[in-house]
């Protein structure tokens, strides 16, 4: 079974920038695409960003492309999602999910989620 647990959110202020990291454990995620969702209060969970096993293919949602980068470390078995010139509309609960089943959008396994809030 694969764990995976989302870290790096908290408060900033919009302008700024923040890092989270989403690490696995129970498994190698080496061969294994992963992606980033969010969930903003009120509203379905959306897709943010996905990065393939190597890290050679990236896709991003239309709303952060140019202002977010996902990246991985495969010796660290970590996915990374650098978020700068954040706005409040990024204030959600951000997850992280693993191993997809139908790359860049669905995913086996999932993280608990880690709340980024962006003041005005």
């Known amino acids: 079974q694969v764990q995976v647990v989302e870290s790096g959110g908290g408060l900033v202020q919009a302008g700024g920038s923040l890092r989270l990291a989403c690490a696995a454990s129970?498994?190698?995620?080496?061969?294994?695409?992963a992606g980033w969702f969010r969930q903003a209060p009120g509203k379905e969970r959306d897709f943010v960003a996905a990065?393939?096993?190597?890290?050679?293919?990236?896709y991003y949602s239309d709303s952060v492309k140019g202002r977010f980068t996902i990246s991985r470390d495969n010796a660290k078995n970590t996915v990374y999602l650098q978020m700068n010139s954040l706005k409040p509309e990024d204030t959600a609960v951000y997850y992280c999910?693993?191993?997809?089943?139908?790359?860049?959008?669905?995913?086996?396994?999932w993280g608990q989620g880690t709340q980024v809030t962006v003041s005005s």
């Open positions: 990065i393939n096993y190597n890290g050679e293919s990236r």
């Open positions: 999910a693993a191993e997809s089943t139908r790359f860049p959008y669905e995913y086996n396994y």
């Open positions: 129970g498994r190698s995620l080496t061969t294994y695409a």
